[in-house]
């Protein structure tokens, strides 16, 4: 069974500050992990980590994968009150047979982000 | 937004009773996933649908099912509903082959009473 942990369940930060989320997984057969934003209802896709791509960034936020150590970080700084929302990890494993686009997340980090 | 579109955005059902959940695939992408998202949890695995098949499922018992259309786009029916059934149900979508991230629809919040 694959399983996805994520620390810390919510933070609560005020603008300006920089955040560390943080996933841990155990899944067979590892094809990607990705990091997705929720606000609402709808997850937004943020990046998408591989074993040929284990460092991504786009603006203030950022991401790394270490495959040894099966865990990874979402980075954000100079926080804004529009990053409040939900981050969601989850992981995929290898195409073949039924498991190809199954996502299984973790339980999510709550960002808070005070003016 | 992505292109993955769902409906209804809200639905009250009593218990006992049925219910059927549609989705729009993002144009080009051929396989469907739906995922069930509890209050403070994350989306769970349901079922995903390639080539009009199911092809996948997690651990989620048979009264809930699903189909797909010849143009991509999915249903997901929950029958004999639960208490336990309300959350927001996700659908997403993916093209095969490919290395392509899901993009999710905005959900559907099914509330059971």
């Known amino acids: 069974e694959d399983k996805v942990v994520q620390s810390p369940l919510s933070l609560v930060v005020h603008e300006g500050d920089t955040v560390t989320l943080n996933c841990s997984y155990e899944v067979t057969n590892f094809r990607s992990l990705l990091w997705y934003k929720q606000e609402k209802k709808a997850p937004t896709f943020l990046f998408m980590l591989?074993?040929?791509?284990i460092e991504k960034k786009s603006g203030r936020l950022s991401s790394i994968l270490d495959k040894k150590e099966l865990f990874s970080i979402l980075n954000i700084t100079a926080t804004q009150t529009g990053d409040s929302a939900i981050y969601l990890c989850?992981?995929?494993?290898?195409?073949?047979?039924?498991?190809?686009?199954?996502?299984?997340f973790g339980q999510g980090t709550i960002l808070t982000v005070h003016p | 937004e992505t292109g993955v579109t769902q409906s209804p955005t809200h639905l009250i059902k009593t218990r006992g009773q049925q219910v059927t959940l549609r989705c729009s695939s993002q144009?080009?992408?051929?396989?469907v996933s739906w995922y069930q998202q509890a209050l403070g949890q994350g989306p769970q695995f349901i079922f995903q649908y390639y080539r009009e098949e199911e092809n996948g499922r997690g651990n989620f018992p048979p009264r809930f099912s699903g189909l797909q259309f010849p143009n991509y786009s999915s249903e997901l029916n929950v029958n004999a509903l639960e208490l336990d059934d309300s959350a927001l149900y996700l659908c997403a979508s993916i093209q095969r082959p490919g290395n392509t991230e899901a993009f999710f629809g905005q959900g559907t919040r099914l509330t059971v009473v």
């Open positions: 144009s080009g992408h051929n396989t």
């Open positions: 591989t074993s040929s791509g």
């Open positions: 989850a992981v995929e494993r290898h195409a073949g047979g039924t498991s190809y686009g199954k996502l299984t």
